[in-house]
């Protein structure tokens, strides 16, 4: 039995034996398994399962007592093999659970299906819809609100957007939870949800103290093809 280098040595000289016969017949139009009746790739696979054969079986004939960590190695690749195929098979699948359970542990981010371009939100545990957002490139947390007529912004996340609003008109009443206001009219270059943005779009700013939290309205929802609610998802189609 051959040992160290020598086996090494036979070894290569076999793959490169198996390399060239295989070249050989197709440069030669040899015949090779499965031609018959047309093309088939039968002999290329014959020709890489014998190179995959000897270099596993040369390794076990030059180390046998290496023979066990080289099946362990073996049976760990391809449960590693398996996982991946299986992975890819379902792949459709696990992206949509995927995408539920990072909307679940971060409530508020807008996730986008690469093949639709539908962006999903997930409900948080307040049973409020909460989306993370940005405004002119600043990030804006809204309040998803069907009551508000427009995108509603409160004075500092107008602020951060760069809108000042010192410089603003408090004109426009409005009602509210907490009952009537006055806000400013304005127009924002871009509000961008997920892969999708908005530009030009009008919207209020509220005065100082007046709003709690930022509200996504009807002036951005009107912008949408269509938008709906199921179960603890809220579903906009750009």
Same mark, same amino acid.
């Given at each position: 039995m051959f040992r160290g280098k020598t086996a090494g040595l036979v070894v290569l000289g076999i793959l490169i034996a198996v390399i060239v016969t295989a070249l050989a017949a197709y440069l030669f139009g040899f015949d090779m398994p499965?031609?018959? +009746?047309?093309?088939?790739?039968?002999? &290329?696979?014959?020709?890489?399962?014998?190179?995959?054969?000897?270099? /596993? +079986?040369?390794?076990?004939?030059?180390? &046998?007592r290496q023979v066990p960590a080289l099946l362990r190695s073996l049976l760990i690749?391809?449960?590693?093999?398996?996982?991946?195929?299986? +992975?890819?098979?379902? =792949?459709?699948?696990?992206?949509?659970?995927? =995408?539920?359970?990072?909307?679940?542990?971060? &409530?508020?981010?807008?996730?986008?299906? &690469?093949?639709? +371009?539908?962006?999903? /939100?997930i409900r948080d545990g307040s049973s409020h819809y909460r989306i993370a957002a940005q405004v002119n490139g600043a990030d804006v947390d809204f309040l998803f609100d069907t009551g508000a007529s427009a995108v509603t912004l409160t004075d500092a996340d107008a602020r951060a957007a760069g809108l000042d609003p010192a410089t603003l008109s408090y004109t426009v009443p409005v009602s509210t939870a907490n009952g009537r206001t006055q806000v400013a009219t304005v127009r924002l270059e871009q509000l961008r949800i997920g892969d999708f943005t908005l530009r030009d779009l009008r919207a209020f700013v509220a005065r100082p103290g007046a709003l709690e939290t930022s509200l996504l309205g009807m002036s951005a929802m009107d912008r949408l093809r269509s938008w709906r609610v199921e179960g603890d998802r809220l579903i906009l189609e750009p």
């Amino acid at each position: 039995m051959f040992r160290g280098k020598t086996a090494g040595l036979v070894v290569l000289g076999i793959l490169i034996a198996v390399i060239v016969t295989a070249l050989a017949a197709y440069l030669f139009g040899f015949d090779m398994p499965g031609d018959a +009746g047309g093309y088939s790739d039968t002999g &290329p696979r014959v020709v890489a399962l014998l190179a995959l054969l000897v270099v /596993i +079986g040369g390794s076990m004939l030059a180390s &046998p007592r290496q023979v066990p960590a080289l099946l362990r190695s073996l049976l760990i690749w391809g449960a590693l093999g398996a996982l991946l195929v299986t +992975g890819y098979a379902w =792949r459709d699948e696990l992206e949509v659970v995927a =995408r539920r359970v990072v909307g679940t542990l971060v &409530p508020g981010m807008a996730m986008t299906d &690469p093949q639709t +371009g539908t962006i999903t /939100i997930i409900r948080d545990g307040s049973s409020h819809y909460r989306i993370a957002a940005q405004v002119n490139g600043a990030d804006v947390d809204f309040l998803f609100d069907t009551g508000a007529s427009a995108v509603t912004l409160t004075d500092a996340d107008a602020r951060a957007a760069g809108l000042d609003p010192a410089t603003l008109s408090y004109t426009v009443p409005v009602s509210t939870a907490n009952g009537r206001t006055q806000v400013a009219t304005v127009r924002l270059e871009q509000l961008r949800i997920g892969d999708f943005t908005l530009r030009d779009l009008r919207a209020f700013v509220a005065r100082p103290g007046a709003l709690e939290t930022s509200l996504l309205g009807m002036s951005a929802m009107d912008r949408l093809r269509s938008w709906r609610v199921e179960g603890d998802r809220l579903i906009l189609e750009p």
